[in-house]
Every structure is written in structure tokens, then in C-alpha cells.
């Protein structure tokens, strides 16, 4: 089983839409979990970040943790089209010198039509 | 707003030869890290560096790969021999501190071996 899964899409959906990623992961000692938007051939761009379990709402974003599950979202509200890009899901355990190494997923790739 | 910048954009070089990419992480972060994506492959971590030595690698970070933090801005990935296969976006990214875990990644260098 992969550390991390994520739909690599493409999601396509209509300017406004609620847009909803997912990601699911093995690894129990995973505590902090992150959202990149990426451009094509750009570097990934920090969206969310939380810890353990929980919510977080930031605009239009909220990023969402359900550790039983042990699965992440990241919702998008009212989506516009510059918001096409990939978005990765990114988490990492704690270790000696704070948390760890990213772990990535594929990356799904959203297309917002207008 | 304070950023990651990575130097060159793009490096083409023959296979067999040495190439160093350089980044400037964000001044007053502690952490950095290097990590790569080959083209339609998720990002993958290869080190992570703190108080001037490596505090964890991946297997892809074999002899060949060497980090280097020369002066009190620079942070560079040396490859020394370079193969087909390293031929891909190197990113460098870089943490605050402990209590700050949000990687913040630069623009990445692409790297083409011929």
C-alpha cells in the first residue's frame, strides 16, 4: 500500500463549483498535513496546513483532518478558473529535529472551466 | 514577502558531468531541505539539512549527491557525476524553526541530462 494516495483527476468542474480533494495515507505517526497548489512546471505554492485532527478555513479553502479515517480534504468554494492548477497533499511525522520529511501525493489536477 | 529563489531555472549538462544548483532559502529559517520531481511524478524528498549537517536522507541521495551550506545565505545540491536518469525539477525548500512547520518551497531548478 502507498504512504500516501491521492486521484490524480483530471477534476474538471464549472466556475463556482465546490470543488472537493482527497487524499488518504498509511502512516499512523503522520500528525502534520499540508496542501501545495502547483502550477505547471512551477514549485509548489503552501495553501493549508494543520495539525492532527480538525478543521481549517481560510477563504475560500478549508482543509479538513480525520485521523481514524485516516484521510485529509481540502474543499474550495465558489472555484474560479485560475484556481486550475494540481494540488498536492503533503504530510510528515515528528522526529528529533521537529517534523520530518514531506511525504507527497500524486497531485490531482482540477480544471475550472468559466 | 519574503521567498525561496533557486538559481539557474534550467541547467543542461552531459551525462557524466557535475552540476551544482544553488538556493537562497528565507533569511532567518533554520531547516532546508532539496527535494525532486520527475516530469508526471509526485515530489520526492531527497535530505534535509539543520546546524550544518545532513539530519536525514532518502536512498535516492547516494554518494553521488552532496549538500553544502558554503556561507550564511546559500544552500546548494551538488551532483557529481550526473546520469540520464537524475533528469528532472530539483526544489529547495526551507523551514522557520521547531515550533514552525510549513515548508516553504522556491521555483525549482530543471535539470536536463543528455
Known amino acids: 500500500q502507498k504512504e500516501v494516495e491521492q486521484d490524480p483527476g483530471p477534476l474538471s468542474v464549472p466556475e463556482g463549483a465546490i470543488v472537493s480533494l482527497n487524499c488518504t495515507y498509511s502512516?499512523?505517526?503522520?500528525?502534520?498535513f499540508m496542501w501545495y497548489r502547483q502550477y505547471s512546471r512551477k514549485g509548489p505554492e503552501l495553501l493549508m496546513y494543520?495539525?492532527?485532527?480538525g478543521n481549517k478555513e481560510d477563504g475560500r479553502f478549508t482543509a479538513q483532518v480525520d485521523k481514524s479515517s485516516k484521510y485529509i480534504s481540502l474543499f474550495i468554494r465558489d472555484s474560479q478558473p485560475s484556481d486550475s492548477a494540481t494540488y498536492l497533499c503533503?504530510?510528515?511525522?515528528?522526529?528529533?529535529?521537529?517534523?520530518?520529511?514531506?511525504?507527497f501525493g500524486t497531485g490531482t489536477r482540477l480544471l475550472v472551466s468559466p | 514577502e519574503p521567498e525561496v529563489t533557486q538559481t539557474p531555472s534550467h541547467q543542461v549538462t552531459q551525462m557524466g558531468q557535475e552540476v551544482i544548483l544553488r538556493c537562497v532559502p528565507i533569511?532567518?529559517?533554520?531547516?532546508f531541505y532539496w527535494y525532486r520531481q520527475i516530469l508526471g511524478q509526485k515530489v520526492e524528498f531527497l535530505v534535509s539539512?539543520?546546524?550544518?549537517?545532513?539530519?536525514?536522507k532518502s536512498e535516492i541521495f547516494d554518494d553521488q549527491f552532496s549538500v553544502e551550506r558554503p556561507d550564511g545565505s546559500n544552500f546548494t545540491l551538488k551532483i557529481r557525476s550526473t546520469k540520464l536518469e537524475d533528469s528532472a525539477m530539483y526544489f529547495c525548500?526551507?523551514?522557520?524553526?521547531?515550533?514552525?512547520?510549513?515548508?516553504?518551497f522556491g521555483p525549482g531548478t530543471r535539470l536536463t541530462v543528455l
Open positions: 494543520t495539525y492532527s485532527s
Open positions: 533569511s532567518n529559517h533554520l531547516y
Open positions: 525548500a526551507s523551514r522557520l524553526g521547531l515550533a514552525k512547520n510549513e515548508q516553504f
Open positions: 503533503a504530510m510528515s511525522a515528528l522526529g528529533n529535529t521537529g517534523f520530518q520529511k514531506l511525504v
Open positions: 539539512f539543520y546546524n550544518n549537517e545532513i539530519s536525514e
Open positions: 502512516n499512523s505517526a503522520f500528525q502534520y
